[in-house]
């Protein structure tokens, strides 16, 4: 079951493959069709399980740009986020963006065949937020995966996953939280800045917390 919750971090988040915008895509057919498709190069190219560069290439490429950091961010932040500056912001976003990266490159590193089963999405006209859900399977086990999205002009972002009801970005924000309070908003950035350089989040997966504990 533990090799299944790090693998969900990454296959379930697979939400970037480009796909043509000229038709609007449903975000439950979003995800099961770039899913799928990430799968499909893992399974086609083994040897990425041990190659760092190439799963955080196909990271960025393929499980990145769907992603809403500034509003992923900001939710880890709570209430601290108003005491950013714009640039204070943007600093923030970037560095939990690479502490992500990292995460969901182990995280791809330990797939072995899990099935995701997405379920059916109901939505009514101009609904702007839904929440995809799904299962991720593996022998007698089984995760449930919630996608919290929101339409954009740039079409449908993830914003939120919750992991048997787990919200995955607000496990952030009582560490997060705990830097602002000892070092203020300075103090977070260079803590995060100092782990994204020493690799430190990519050798702990499974515990978010461990990028802002002492």
């Known amino acids: ?21 000229a038709v609007e895509v449903a975000p439950d057919a979003l995800l099961s069709a770039v899913t799928s498709e990430v799968i499909a190069v893992l399974q ?27 509003r992923m961010t900001q939710l880890a932040m709570g209430r601290n986020w108003r005491l950013a500056s714009p640039e204070q912001q943007n ?27 997405y379920k059916r999405l109901r939505t009514a006209p101009g609904d702007t937020e839904v929440t995809v859900r799904s299962d991720v399977r593996q022998g007698t086990g089984q995760v449930k995966i919630d996608y919290d999205m929101e339409k954009t002009p740039a079409g449908w972002k993830v914003y939120d996953i ?5 919200s ?19 103090g977070l950035l260079k803590s995060l800045a100092e ?18 504990s002492r």
């Open 1 to 21: 079951m533990e090799t299944i919750r790090r693998v969900v971090l990454s296959l379930s988040l697979a939400l970037g493959a480009p796909l043509s915008q």
């Open 44 to 70: 086609q190219n083994r040897d990425q399980a041990d190659n760092a560069a190439k799963l955080a290439e196909l990271v960025e490429s393929r499980v990145l740009p769907l992603f809403n950091f500034s």
């Open 91 to 117: 600093a923030l976003s970037a560095e939990f963006r690479t502490l992500l990266v990292r995460t969901y490159s182990i995280a791809l590193s330990n797939y072995r065949d899990q099935a995701i089963v």
């Open 162 to 166: 919750k992991i048997d009801g787990v």
């Open 168 to 186: 995955v970005v607000t496990a952030y924000r009582e560490g997060f939280a705990a830097r602002v309070r000892d070092g203020g908003v300075d």
């Open 195 to 212: 782990k994204n350089r020493q690799g430190d989040s990519a050798s702990r997966p499974a515990g978010p917390l461990a990028a802002t």
